[in-house]
């Protein structure tokens, strides 16, 4: 697997920046599940089942939807309050469109968010710290909105829902 150096960039309150992601990357396919918790992935600790991708366009517009998203936000306390509301942006329009999202869909969005932290030079370990807390919280608000899989299933009440709870 090569590494994909993709630089994004932005102004945020009308300031350049550019954020520089790297990402592992194969067949057309970025792998962008470096930060998620291993058990939300596979429901197991199987390291071989902890790569979740997609393909580096879609890659690249779902991060651009972030920023841009960020972009528009006039004032936030915090940088990481900024980019939580990019991802809050995407997750609502995703649900503005379809009217439920996939639980798997949710963690591509929040990978973005996580590689976008990276960019931002935020510790990696607090980005580790902080996935299960976004993800959780997301699924809590929208916990009527969010399935398990492309079957129509509940998030609620599902494994990977006590998985993800032990993890906060």
Request: hydrophobic content about 40%; glycine content about 6%; aromatic content about 8%.
């Amino acid at each position: 697997m090569e590494s994909l150096r993709l630089n994004f960039d932005t102004e945020i309150l009308g300031v350049p920046r550019t954020f520089v992601i790297e990402v592992p990357y194969q067949n057309g396919v970025v792998a962008t599940s470096e930060f998620c918790p291993t058990e939300l992935l596979s429901g197991t600790i199987d390291l071989m089942a902890a790569i979740r991708g997609e393909t580096l366009d879609r890659f690249m517009a779902d991060c651009r939807h972030q920023l841009i998203a960020m972009s528009k936000i006039p004032e936030t306390d915090t940088e990481l309050d900024r980019h939580i509301g990019g991802l809050m942006a995407v997750v609502m329009e995703h649900l503005s469109r379809n009217k439920r999202i996939f639980f798997g869909d949710l963690l591509i969005y929040i990978d973005c968010f996580s590689l976008l932290l990276k960019a931002a030079g935020f510790d990696e370990a607090e980005i580790r710290n902080i996935y299960p807390r976004v993800t959780k919280t997301i699924v809590d608000l929208y916990s009527d909105y969010v399935d398990s899989s492309t079957d129509g299933m509940p998030f609620k009440g599902s494994i990977t829902e006590t998985l993800l709870t032990t993890l906060v």
